[in-house]
């Protein structure tokens, strides 16, 4: 049984960076692709971020040049840098994990077969 822990979210002022983790179990890590989704109250969860097993990545269009995921297959963790945090950035922040390929961008959540439980961050203005 796959568990996936996230961790590092917090209140944070706009400008300010948070760096999330995501610890896995249960699952041969490296095998695997990994997206960061999010969720605003009132608002459907949406893509973040992704990265397959070969290491390439993808963003959202509204995270581009701000965000950074990055894989730790040795310790099986998941990684999400973020900076110049922004008011609209907050939510509820998933990482979960899809066992193929996709082949666009913007991953949909429909793709990916486990989810954490989340991580809250808050971004103040």
């Known amino acids: 049984q796959a568990q996936l822990v996230e961790s590092g979210g917090g209140l944070v002022q706009a400008g300010g960076s948070l760096r999330l983790s995501c610890s896995t179990s249960?699952?041969?890590?490296?095998?695997?692709?990994w997206g960061w989704f999010r969720q605003a109250a009132g608002k459907e969860r949406e893509f973040v971020s992704g990265?397959?097993?070969?290491?390439?990545?993808d963003y959202g269009d509204s995270v581009k040049g701000r965000f950074t995921v990055s894989r730790d297959n040795a310790k099986n963790t998941l990684y999400l840098q973020m900076n110049d945090l922004r008011p609209e950035d907050s939510g509820v922040y998933y990482c979960?994990?899809?066992?193929?390929?996709?082949?666009?961008?913007?991953?949909?959540?429909?793709?990916?077969?486990?989810w954490g439980k989340g991580t809250l961050v808050t971004v103040s203005t």
């Open positions: 979960a994990a899809a066992g193929r390929d996709y082949s666009g961008d913007n991953w949909p959540s429909d793709f990916m077969s486990y």
């Open positions: 249960g699952v041969v890590f490296r095998t695997w692709n």
């Open positions: 990265i397959t097993r070969s290491g390439i990545t």
